[in-house]
């Protein structure tokens, strides 16, 4: 059984184990009250509902009184008092049950609670009975943190697997702690599943599970004790050995090669007894070096952890994947990160920046600050989304940075006039209170997509109203529609034929792409299904300047953009691919005049469930940060993008003898820069892959060259040198003999420096495409 499989199991089965039990457990009542001790914890339980615990001096850490169901006819139904009394349960563990009082609204609804305890740790657990019209996914405690000294912390518990199909290995998440700190001594709930959003300082939610005899089970384990949540969550369930990383660096980045790198390794072992404990770690650089080995063994106690820290000197510009494993016998556990190093860069196109971010910063680890400096670190500079009490930051941290930020908000379609009339004034008001330079009116609202039904109710409910408000009170903030989900032709057609192209200031759409390269221009009709052409890059553009050229122009905004990583899924992005992607997309809308790109998004993980594991939900994966804010790849891309294009000026496309050598030319302040690669291995992605709808693909190692075609290119050169950059940003000197090089081309996009390719190929002025070039860029 798998880890995760065990802990689920742990949970179902209504028990948790812990290494070492208490050997005695204490028991009293009094005046109505319930107690139960063991080492280093007591609980308490109360007429009314009340249900104390206590670390080993008395203190009570944590209390609360109440149990919320939620019901789809009743609606959200919370006990009003309850009655504790001691039992036995059927195994001779002595526990607390509390007999919940439910309003009269809640019907035939039923709640009843048990509790015991073990060595620093309570286990709770709630058996709710009612009608088939409950929710089980919207339970939730209550419980109050008393006197901690640092803020609760919401930790998934996660771990790595290896995939029984092959490919990459990934994470899972393995529980939910809600964690607390008091001094030197640590607190956490854990749940197998457990929401963020519905979390906050007074309610835990705590989904139930259907039990066999039609009741719901909702479970939690609180547990003391003196180290990190993941190392506590395995003692806690007895697993046999668990490992975290971290380093001393915010995201894992430094600035330059021969820094000290620092990985230090936390491994607990759950067991009960001590075992030796073999810890190895390997480091490979994005090119397939080995950088370092090393392993050290050490006994590690029962129910106790071991800290290790490896270092290693700083590479040159780039990024490396560690992996530590901690192996006892038969019993392993791994973990993996990214270690990157990106030196400080300067940016000068200000306001006029194509760089920005398709959200707001909801993950601040481990600080807005350190956030904000990385994004203007890789060259972000406008924001999507930021408004007073909006999410993420005001307005203000993003001027005092000299940061751009504009407002999308959704309205509904399916309201009267006088709503969407009222909902107008109050959304407009709300975006230039907060200074924003462009309002998007809505997101993704064309479904069904490509069948353009949508887009006389978007004008009629969402889109006029703010305009006409707009013109009523004068305001100059620059108005997008709603950003479209793919481009949508018909959409759009039935946009400009009901008026709506005169209404906008600029187009926004996101340009999703499945596994196709950015420069493939499928051919027509698209299919919008979820595996469709629909969903590509170059065709859509094209479909897009190609009305534009009868409409009139207008500015493109990129609301969002995507490079999906979603582990071992053929439709989605390998991290290699993911890279070349970026910046390969970045590289075209430069070329074709886009406003900006706003990136979608910049961390793994959703806002919900922040830092949660998931590797089949597709929206988990979207970031430019792995889950634990380490870089990816596409981080670095992203970065040389910014680096590269920040003041560039498009000089055209280039065409050589080879149809399949594909080029874009720049004027930099480095020189002419020359974005090459090959199309002779197609425009498809991920092809060996198993037959639909399976999404399953074993995607090679980020360090695996996935092109295997390599085709040869010799140019002359402007002078007696030349280089390379690739994706991620890793410079490489060229051999130049009589001003001519030999380039090495395949389908990943590569800036060469210091090429004389106006005189090699033919330069035209235009975008990255010719319009009757259905082959794209």
Not at 200 to 205: A, E, G, M, R, S
Not at 424 to 451: H, I, M, S, W
Not at 645 to 661: H, I, M, N, R, V
């Amino acid at each position: 059984m798998s880890r995760r499989g065990f802990l689920g199991a742990t949970f179902a089965a209504g028990v948790l184990l812990v290494a070492e039990p208490s050997r005695v457990v204490a028991a009293t009542a009094a005046a109505g009250d319930v107690t139960l001790s063991a080492s280093g914890v007591s609980i308490l339980a109360s007429p009314g509902g009340r249900l104390a615990i206590r670390d080993a001096a008395g203190v009570i850490r944590s209390q609360g009184s109440k149990f919320q169901v939620k019901d789809s006819v009743a609606g959200i139904q919370i006990s009003t008092g309850g009655t504790p009394s001691l039992v036995t349960l059927p195994d001779g563990t002595q526990a607390i049950r509390m007999d919940y009082v439910m309003p009269a609204a809640a019907g035939a609804t039923t709640v009843y609670g048990l509790f015991w305890v073990s060595t620093n740790h309570v286990h709770l657990e709630w058996h709710t009975t009612g009608p088939s019209t409950l929710v089980p996914d919207g339970f939730l405690f209550s419980r109050a943190i008393v006197g901690s000294t640092e803020p609760d912390r919401f930790v998934p518990i996660t771990e790595w697997v290896r995939d029984a199909g092959g490919g990459i290995p990934y994470e899972e998440t393995a529980g939910i702690a809600h964690a607390s700190t008091w001094g030197a001594l640590h607190g956490m709930f854990l749940l197998e599943r457990s929401k963020q959003d519905w979390t906050n300082t007074t309610w835990i939610h705590c989904s139930a599970t259907p039990q066999a005899d039609g009741s719901l089970l909702s479970q939690a384990d609180f547990f003391f004790s003196e180290t990190r949540p993941s190392a506590t969550a395995v003692i806690g369930t007895s697993r046999e050995l668990g490992i975290e990383l971290w380093t001393d660096r915010d995201f894992n980045i430094w600035d330059a090669a021969g820094q000290t790198m620092s990985v230090t390794a936390l491994v607990a072992n759950g067991s009960s007894s001590a075992r030796n404990v073999e810890l190895s770690w390997w480091v490979k650089d994005f090119n397939g070096e080995t950088l370092t080995t090393e392993s050290v063994t050490a006994p590690v106690s029962a129910a106790s952890t071991w800290e290790h820290t490896f270092t290693l000197p700083a590479p040159a510009y780039g990024i490396s994947l560690a992996e530590v494993t901690a192996t006892s016998g038969d019993d392993e556990a791994f973990a993996r990160t990214t270690l990157t190093v990106l030196p400080p860069a300067d940016y000068a196109a200000g306001e006029q920046s194509m760089f920005g971010i398709a959200n707001y910063p909801w993950l601040q680890v481990p600080s807005a600050t350190a956030l904000l400096d990385l994004w203007q670190k890789v060259g972000i500079n406008w924001v999507r989304i930021s408004y007073a009490g909006g999410p993420g930051l005001p307005p203000s941290a993003f001027d005092q940075r000299g940061m751009f930020h504009n407002v999308e908000l959704q309205p509904s379609l399916d309201v009267t006039d006088t709503v969407a009339t009222q909902w107008a004034a109050d959304k407009l008001a709300v975006a230039v209170a907060a200074g924003a330079t462009y309002f998007e009116v809505g997101n993704e609202l064309n479904r069904p997509f490509n069948t353009g039904v949508a887009a006389q109710a978007y004008i009629d409910k969402a889109l006029r109203p703010v305009v006409d408000r707009r013109a009523a009170i004068g305001a100059d903030i620059k108005i997008l529609n709603n950003g479209l989900a793919g481009m949508d032709k018909p959409w759009l057609e039935n946009f400009h034929a009901a008026g709506g192209w005169d209404l906008i200031d600029g187009f926004a759409y996101h340009p999703g792409r499945g596994n196709f390269t950015p420069d493939y221009d499928p051919p027509e009709p698209y299919e919008a299904t979820s595996e469709g052409r629909y969903w590509n890059f170059a065709g859509g553009l094209r479909q897009l300047k190609a009305l534009m050229a009868d409409y009139g122009d207008k500015e493109i905004w990129l609301t969002e953009a995507y490079a999906c990583t979603r582990p071992n899924g053929w439709w989605n992005d390998t991290y290699r691919h993911a890279a070349e992607n970026v910046f390969l997309t970045l590289a075209m809308a430069k070329a074709e005049g886009i406003r900006t790109v706003c990136w979608y998004q910049f961390h793994d993980s959703v806002l919900g469930n922040a830092q949660a594991a998931d590797p089949d939900n597709v929206e988990y994966h979207f970031g430019l940060m792995n889950r634990d804010v380490s870089a990816k790849p596409s981080l670095l891309a992203y970065a040389t993008a910014a680096r590269t294009f920040d003041q560039a000026t498009y000089l055209g496309p280039l065409a050589f003898d080879d149809p399949k050598t594909k080029g874009l030319l720049f004027d930099t302040p480095d020189g002419h820069a020359a974005v090459l690669w090959n199309r002779a291995d197609g425009y498809i992605l991920n092809q060996d892959h198993a037959p639909s709808p399976e999404r399953n693909f074993p995607a090679p190692e980020v360090w695996v060259d996935p092109w295997p075609t390599k085709t040869s290119l010799t140019v002359a050169t402007s002078g007696t040198s030349a280089s390379q950059v690739d994706a991620i940003g890793q410079r490489t000197s060229l051999a130049v003999t009589n001003r001519r090089t030999t380039l090495t081309l395949d389908g990943a996009p590569r800036v060469f420096y210091g090429l004389a390719l106006a005189g090699n190929g033919a330069v035209t002025k235009g975008g990255a495409f010719r319009l009757k070039d259905r082959r794209g860029a």
